[in-house]
């Protein structure tokens, strides 16, 4: 079964920068698209950037021109940059595949989730 491991959160000055990295530690195939999500205390996820398997890329409006996202095919590996970053960024960021991978012996298309990472941006 496929777990999407995540890295590169922690706790960064405003202005500052992080990188995370999110990848499987199981088999996954015939992936799509690749994107990072946050939730911060008190609010529903959010979507925080895209990238289809053309390399297609769609980014939320509080974040455009501050994150990049990006993946790496052979790896089955997607990145997001983090620069400038505001204490309003503070959230536990969630990567997530859509692919097709074993889900309880069987396997399945489906949008499959990171463990979240926590990312705080405080002075």
């Known amino acids: 079964q496929v777990q999407l491991v995540e890295s590169g959160g922690g706790l960064v000055q405003p202005g500052g920068s992080l990188r995370l990295s999110c990848a499987p530690s199981?088999?996954?195939?015939?992936?799509?698209?690749m994107g990072w999500y946050r939730q911060a205390p008190g609010k529903q996820r959010e979507s925080v950037a895209t990238?289809?398997?053309?390399?297609?890329?769609n980014y939320a409006d509080s974040v455009k021109g501050r994150f990049t996202i990006s993946r790496d095919n052979v790896k089955n590996t997607v990145y997001l940059q983090m620069n400038s970053l505001k204490p309003e960024d503070t959230a536990v960021y969630y990567c997530?595949?859509?692919?097709?991978?074993?889900?309880?012996?069987?396997?399945?298309?489906?949008?499959?989730w990171g463990q979240g990472t926590q990312v705080t941006v405080s002075s």
């Open positions: 997530n595949i859509n692919g097709v991978a074993l889900h309880r012996g069987t396997y399945r298309r489906s949008n499959y």
């Open positions: 990238i289809t398997s053309g390399g297609i890329t």
């Open positions: 199981g088999s996954i195939f015939s992936i799509n698209e």
